[in-house]
């Protein structure tokens, strides 16, 4: 490590307060056993970290006072920690941001997403609004080829969106699209990659993001100016579609979700809900039969290799939706338009 340097500046959560960060000096960290030293090339901005910006409930319940956030990265390993093979230093990796243990009854079944002892890489844990950090070897996924490593962090958002998808039919299927931020659109262009016969986008009034969806393929997009629910039971013989994936986070979104999936239909939910405890329509669920299914994260590792094989094959249109770029030093600018919703992702790139 005699080319690393000892201490770095990084993008810190410092203040209770809504922004609250700051430029902070940290020690350069080093890799522990079975932990690589990652050098960042690029952070994208992720629907948590406006979460965290905006510092409302989840975050303040999630985030101590003093982390570097940032989840979704990329860059190169510069380092190892014992029990890693030398062979890793200079691979181009992203990082899959759910730390396991490996070792608990979840990750046993298959299910280390959700492990039981696991840690939130850059939300409970330092992040990668930073020029280094460390992270499991494991971890750290070779990035595939077809894709610019520059563009490369989007893998995280990405995975989130196969993941939502695959809670339910695809190939042949309708699908619905309940929220166009950048997880929306990866999902809305999966799912095109992916086989639907239909997929209908619907957002409120992001008209920026809503002609994205139709670039992407969408075969209807919908808002506010839209009965959601007439138009989507119109659009499928009066019965909903078969697979509704929530990505907005609003509760009105959700129980259109639940209103417009058709009987034994199935409804994925990844948002973050800064209101921990909205209304639901337990009624339609329960009489709809309803399939109900909350989506944390990405499967490791079946999600990575649904992704890589699409990345691969140039199905996902990774350009359309990154649709701005900073260097890091303008973190905070990147975060304000993040949140403002006039974009698309958001990525932070590192000198």
Not at 125 to 136: C, I, L, M, Q
Not at 148 to 159: E, M, N, R, W, Y
Not at 178 to 195: D, E, Q, S, T, W
Request: with cysteine.
């Amino acid at each position: 490590m005699s080319n690393i340097p000892a201490t770095m500046m990084a993008w810190t959560k410092t203040a209770d307060e809504r922004g609250g960060f700051s430029l902070s000096q940290h020690s350069v960290p080093s890799p522990g056993k079975n932990e690589v030293l990652v050098q960042t090339l690029a952070t994208s901005i992720c629907g948590t970290d406006i979460h965290i910006w905006k510092w409302d409930q989840w975050s303040r319940e999630n985030v101590p006072i003093g982390t570097i956030t940032g989840h979704e990265t990329c860059g190169k390993i510069v380092a190892v920690g014992d029990g890693v093979s030398e062979s890793r230093i200079g691979e181009s990796v992203a990082i899959e941001c759910h730390f396991a243990c490996w070792n608990c009854p979840r990750c046993d079944e298959g299910n280390a997403h959700i492990c039981e002892n696991g840690t939130i890489f850059g939300v409970e844990v330092n992040g990668a609004f930073a020029p280094y950090f460390t992270a499991p070897s494991i971890n750290a996924r070779t990035i595939p080829e077809g894709i610019d490593p520059k563009f490369a962090s989007i893998q995280d958002p990405l995975g989130n969106a196969i993941h939502t998808l695959t809670g339910g039919p695809i190939k042949g299927a309708t699908v619905a699209i309940h929220g166009l931020g950048p997880i929306g659109l990866f999902a809305v262009n999966a799912a095109k990659a992916m086989g639907a016969e239909k997929v209908i986008a619907i957002d409120w009034d992001n008209q920026y993001r809503m002609k994205i969806a139709e670039k992407l393929g969408a075969d209807m997009v919908l808002g506010k100016e839209h009965d959601i629910v007439a138009e989507i039971l119109s659009a499928t013989d009066g019965r909903g579609v078969d697979n509704s994936c929530e990505f907005s986070g609003s509760p009105k979104a959700l129980a259109n979700t639940i209103s417009s999936t058709r009987m034994g239909g199935y409804v994925n939910v990844l948002s973050v809900y800064g209101n921990p405890t909205p209304e639901i329509p337990m009624n339609e669920l329960v009489f709809r039969y309803l399939h109900l299914k909350g989506i944390n994260g990405r499967k490791m590792w079946s999600t990575w290799d649904t992704m890589h094989e699409l990345l691969s094959a140039g199905k996902i249109d990774v350009e359309s939706i990154v649709t701005d770029q900073f260097p890091i030093s303008d973190f905070v600018q990147g975060m304000e338009l993040a949140t403002s919703g006039n974009c698309g992702k958001v990525v932070l790139q590192f000198p």
